[in-house]
């Protein structure tokens, strides 16, 4: 936890999309130890399938979780810390996106 914690700023933000065809990863979040929660329970269940990707003109994942739901995670970095991970999983925005590994 203390080491993921380092990698993020204080004032990080978790963004997630909500509604639409599946549920939100996890609900909005600030601050880095809530953060750090959000990501470690998204990593108790490892992905079916997972790579590293650009979006948004920015660093990011493509995932298809345990339950098989795509997830897009997109960072932004500042002065060499996450300031903000933006999540989604709503199908109807992700339908152009190449399934993960």
Known sequence: MRQLVALLDPGVVWRADGGGKVT?????AGGARNVA???LALARRPPRSLRIATVNGGPGLVM???DGVLTVIAFTIDAGRITALD?????D???GVPEPG
């Open 24 to 28: 939100a990863a996890y609900p909005a």
């Open 37 to 39: 929660r959000c990501l």
């Open 64 to 66: 298809r979780d345990a």
């Open 87 to 91: 999540v989604m999983r709503n199908p």
């Open 93 to 95: 925005k992700l339908a």
